[in-house]
């Protein structure tokens, strides 16, 4: 008969990291492969980036379905005092989503749930006899790392600490680049990455936000069954492509803001210093950071972020900075607590260098535009995704700029030393270029990307 329409279910966590290749993915198959795509939003969201980030998004693409889900205040400080908010609402999400799925699921062709929620959403897809695939929204080599992960637990035994985890065929991970949670067993966070990393063999398919070429080991051996045998097919989508949303009100005149100063820069004269939606840098790490800025010589966009939850934040800029730094840098640095359009300042030819903690939405929006990497990990996967952003040649990583917590404050003349070399160097920037194209390529008609997509497309249709 006829190719019916494929509709599909994606079912996002929280936190700005994983909605963005979300909302990138439900374009890429609503508009772009003629799916019927529905997106779960679970409300409140944790933070309000998320929040104007769904509006604008179902506002730009109205063929996205929106489908609500009004959750209960969870209160997690017993259990797990201290916790990460963002890390709280995924222990929320998964323990709703057995009730929550049926409804939601109702004619659904396949489920996309989130990495996030993955050992809970596939078994009660099964149940309910409809196809699930995992997103996994960061780098192929976490991938393998979480998929062997659970392989290695089972060897060495978990409390002990973590040491070296060598991921077969991919690559020895240093005990140091092992997300720091990990070395906890009871940690929420350990126990949920575990458990989802079981559940990945179950699921029809994983698809990863990541090219064949800029990490070929990983795709390999997690297609060839190295990492863990009878892993389902692994569908490398990436770099999905961001997509134009119009932002409102305040926000919308701060990013006109950032775009006349960036037009007013020369080629590859900026550099632009973010380290991501999820955590703020200790005061006195911004304050080195601000005078090895204002050392360095070069003109800057800082994204400047002061606690956990953006709505938590109400620290004035001049605080966090000292005593007239703004004045010193006027004209030369640009310094925002803002949101600004990460992708948009990316691609725009005034800019020379990312100083990044490499979150795998910005590696892959550093990819997409080419721009050299000066990778500064902090927590989480970010020292895996450096090693990937050195090794494709993406950028460089001085690997003794650390966790938090573990490692002194990097200094202001070191900081000023090495953005100073990266903005100097020719290679580097060819590099980065060529990774530029490589992904143009996978996405390109034909490409690697294009065709895992169109291959999961087909599945779903069934
Ligand atoms: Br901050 C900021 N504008 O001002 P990552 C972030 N972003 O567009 P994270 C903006 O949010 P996880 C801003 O372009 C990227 O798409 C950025 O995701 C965008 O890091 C996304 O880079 C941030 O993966 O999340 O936020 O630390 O830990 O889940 O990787």
Redesign the pocket.
């Known amino acids: 008969g006829p190719a019916a329409t494929p509709r599909i279910v994606l079912f996002p966590s929280a ?7 979300f909302a990138r993915l439900a374009v890429a198959l609503s508009a772009g492969n003629c799916c019927d795509v529905s997106l779960v939003t679970a409300l409140p969201t944790v933070s309000s ?1 998320e929040a104007r980030h769904i509006a604008a998004l179902f506002a730009a693409f109205p063929a996205v379905r929106r489908m609500d889900l009004r959750l209960a205040p969870f209160d997690a400080s017993s259990e797990f005092p201290g916790a990460d908010p ?1 890390y709280v609402r995924y222990e929320a999400l998964r323990r709703s989503a057995p009730l929550l799925l049926g409804p939601l699921l109702a004619g659904a062709s396949a489920l996309v749930a989130d990495i996030a929620l993955a050992s809970v959403a596939v078994p009660v897809a099964r149940e309910l006899h409809v196809p699930s695939y995992v997103f996994f ?2 780098s192929a080599t976490m991938l393998s790392f979480k998929a062997y992960f659970p392989t290695y637990i089972d060897a060495h035994g978990a409390g002990r600490g973590v040491g070296d985890v060598d991921v077969p065929d991919v690559y020895r991970i240093p005990s140091s680049s092992v997300p720091q949670a990990l070395h906890d067993p009871d940690n929420i966070f350990t126990r949920q990455f575990v458990a989802n990393g079981r559940a990945l063999v179950a699921a029809d398919g994983l698809l990863v936000n990541a090219f064949d070429a800029m990490e070929p080991e990983a795709v390999a051996s997690l297609r060839g069954g190295a990492v863990v045998p009878g892993l389902p097919p692994v569908f490398a989508v990436g770099p999905l492509m ?1 997509v134009k949303l119009r932002e409102t009100g305040e926000a919308a005149e701060e990013q006109g803001n950032h775009r006349a100063w960036l037009d007013a820069q020369p080629p590859r004269s900026v550099v632009y210093v ?6 703020a840098l200790a005061r006195d790490q911004i304050r080195e950071l601000a005078a090895g800025l204002e050392a360095c010589g070069h003109r800057f966009l800082w ?1 400047v ?1 002061g606690a956990i939850v953006d709505r938590d934040d109400a620290s004035e800029l001049s605080d966090m900075l000292g005593e007239g730094f703004l004045r010193r840098v006027e004209g030369r640095g640009l310094v ?1 607590k ?9 691609r725009h030819p005034a800019l020379g260098l990312f100083v ?10 550093a990819a997409v535009s080419g721009v050299p990497v000066l990778a500064w990990p902090r ?4 020292r895996v ?1 450096a090693r990937v952003v050195a090794r494709a040649g993406l950028g460089a990583w001085v690997e003794r700029w650390s966790w938090e917590g573990e490692e002194a404050v990097v200094r202001a003349e070191e900081i000023a030393e090495k953005v100073r070399a990266a903005m100097g160097d020719e290679t580097v920037a060819q590099k980065a270029a060529s990774v530029r194209e490589a992904a143009a390529r996978a996405v390109a008609y034909g490409g690697t990307s294009h065709q895992s997509l169109a291959e999961f497309v087909r599945r779903c249709r069934g």
């Open positions: 936190g700005m990291g994983h909605l963005v290749p980036a963002f929204t960061a961001p973010s380290f991501g939606s999820r955590k994204v972020k925002t803002s949101w600004v359009e990460q992708d948009e300042v990316l990044s903690h490499c979150g795998w939405n910005s590696v892959t929006e927590f989480a996967d970010q995704n």
